[in-house]
């Protein structure tokens, strides 16, 4: 007997990884900037679909914020943008890697210190924040959700500095881990990232006033003009008087931001260390087909993420470039699991054959990865059941052998199907006549940047700072520690 199938509304279970969040924020006096927030989180949406808030405050004003769980079209009515007045606004879009997704943990968060009022949106994911929430429970403070981004905001505006450059020097000594962060104060818009720079950042011009966004994308659709991206370790503080920037001293020179942003995560149209994403996956592909040439008809790629890849593998080889899948890009909020016969379903209700461009056909499917290995076994059997004769799988990225500590949600190490299987034991689980995954060589070529610069953790094992092996996304949800004792000289 099937067990219950039960109805769960949240991010459905596409056996892929998930990324954090995305961030935005503008300085903009005289535009209507809670609006403009609105489009910006739109185009990061791909980011993360659990939460979605806006923070806004007029010039030396306090600071008005609204969050609402679900998609940011489902989380701001008419009246809560129209509320959201000032010069000066953050968003926030939100998947939840640590702390679970509920209304307490969506963002903007609000957190007041002595020196400072801030809201704050944080794209990563922060290792020791379990210790620091206990430290800063010593200081007296409390906490209302599980986040770790919580905790960030309250070293923040409780860090003992009276100025954005000591603040951050205070907090990068502090925290472990991957943070991109937006921060607004009633005058102020500041935008950090982390000294390994694991999240991307960057910075634009919005006519007279400044954005700040995680992906060049939302820069692209509000109209503003991309100046750069931000260094690891640099906070970029925008008020009246314009730009201020100060890298952290301690920043390292070995920077790692996470190359999985190239693979998946990053949308294609955006710019990544310089280069658009869209040509760095059609480089993946071409290095895909001179590692694992096959003989076929036709190359599909699983939309849309695998697109580029597809049409670069296609390119290499001389084989020709077909849509063989559709996406139903309105399959969300709600999913049903989980007996294996409505599993099957919610991958046919995400994709569809096209059985005039695949039938009796041999195919090259590129999809961008196998984490869990939970779709890649239906799509195969869509394919074949849609008449495709052979179905050739190709991989743009390694196998993933190791979970990520750093803001993108892969499950745990047991549920990784690479962790656990070879190659061709995945083959076979997955129904594929062939498997072919890219190289790390290959991957670092199609980046075309010093590898040195990025983490590769979930391909390698090996994480640019050490790492709590097998880490509990829920793991500030359990009932506080005994609170640490107040660190002498450092907040009165
Ligand atoms: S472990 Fe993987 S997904 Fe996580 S930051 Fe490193 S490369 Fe990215």
């Given at each position: 007997m099937p067990s219950q199938s039960r109805l769960r509304t949240?991010?459905?279970?596409?056996?892929?990884?998930?990324?954090?969040?995305?961030?935005?924020?503008?300085?903009?006096?005289?535009?209507?900037?809670?609006?403009?927030?609105f489009f910006g989180l739109f185009a990061l949406q791909h980011r993360g679909q659990e939460s979605a808030g806006i923070a806004a405050a007029s010039r030396g004003g306090s600071i008005s914020i609204?969050?609402?769980?679900?998609?940011?079209?489902?989380?701001?009515?008419?009246?809560?943008?129209?509320?959201?007045?000032?010069?000066?606004?953050?968003?926030?879009?939100?998947?939840?890697?640590m702390g679970a997704?509920?209304?307490?943990?969506?963002?903007?968060?609000?957190?007041?210190?002595?020196?400072?009022?801030?809201?704050?949106?944080?794209?990563?994911?922060?290792i020791n924040a379990s210790d620091l929430r206990n430290e800063l429970t010593g200081w007296g403070l409390s906490f209302d959700g599980s986040s770790d981004s919580e905790v960030i905001a309250q070293l923040y505006a409780n860090a003992p500095a009276r100025n954005w450059p000591d603040r951050s020097a205070y907090c990068m000594r502090r925290l472990r881990g991957a943070y991109s962060l937006v921060m607004m104060t009633g005058t102020e818009l500041v935008g950090v990232r982390d000294p390994l720079g694991i999240r991307p950042l960057c910075l634009g011009k919005f006519g007279d006033g400044y954005v700040i966004a995680s992906e060049s994308c939302a820069l692209d659709h509000i109209g503003a003009e991309l100046i750069r991206e931000i260094e690891p370790g640099e906070t970029v503080v925008i008020d009246q008087a314009g730009v201020h920037s100060f890298v952290w001293p301690g920043a390292r020179s070995q920077h790692a931001m996470c190359v999985f942003e190239h693979i998946y995560f990053a949308r294609p149209d955006s710019i990544l260390d310089g280069k658009r994403a869209y040509a760095t996956r059609l480089a993946m592909g071409a290095e895909l087909a001179r590692l694992h040439p096959v003989d076929?008809?036709?190359?599909?790629?699983?939309?849309?993420?695998?697109?580029?890849?597809?049409?670069?593998?296609?390119?290499?080889?001389?084989?020709?470039?077909?849509?063989?899948?559709?996406?139903?890009?309105?399959?969300?909020?709600?999913?049903?699991?989980p007996d294996q016969k409505l599993r099957d379903l919610g991958v046919q209700l995400k994709f569809n054959p096209v059985p005039e461009a695949i039938a009796g056909k041999r195919l090259v499917v590129v999809d961008d990865s196998i984490v869990r290995g939970t779709t890649t076994p239906r799509v195969v059997k869509l394919l074949r059941k849609a008449g495709a004769s052979e179905v050739h799988l190709r991989i743009c990225a390694p196998p993933i052998i190791s979970t990520?500590?750093?803001?993108?949600?892969?499950?745990?190490?047991?549920e990784l199907i690479a962790a656990q299987r070879s190659v061709e034991q995945i083959r076979a689980f997955v129904g594929a006549d062939t498997l072919g995954f890219l190289d790390m060589p290959g991957l670092m070529r199609a980046v075309d940047v010093d590898d040195n610069r990025y983490c590769r953790g979930c391909f390698t094992g090996i994480y640019p700072i050490p790492v709590q092996l097998d880490m509990d996304k829920l793991q500030l949800e359990r009932p506080t520690a005994v609170a640490a004792p107040k660190p002498i000289g450092v907040r009165s």
């Open positions: 949240g991010t459905p279970d596409t056996g892929r990884p998930r990324e954090a969040c995305g961030i935005f924020g503008i300085f903009a006096p005289g535009e209507d900037v809670a609006r403009i927030s609204h969050t609402s769980m679900g998609l940011v079209s489902q989380a701001f009515r008419e009246g809560d943008l129209e509320a959201l007045k000032g010069d000066i606004a953050i968003g926030h879009t939100r998947y939840s890697t997704p509920k209304r307490a943990n969506a963002q903007p968060i609000l957190a007041r210190g002595p020196n400072v009022t801030l809201a704050l949106g944080h794209n990563g994911n922060v076929v008809d036709l190359v599909i790629g699983v939309p849309d993420s695998a697109t580029a890849a597809a049409v670069g593998y296609s390119r290499e080889s001389g084989t020709p470039y077909g849509e063989g899948l559709v996406k139903n890009r309105y399959v969300g909020r709600t999913f049903i699991q990520c500590h750093f803001g993108v949600d892969m499950g745990r190490m047991t």
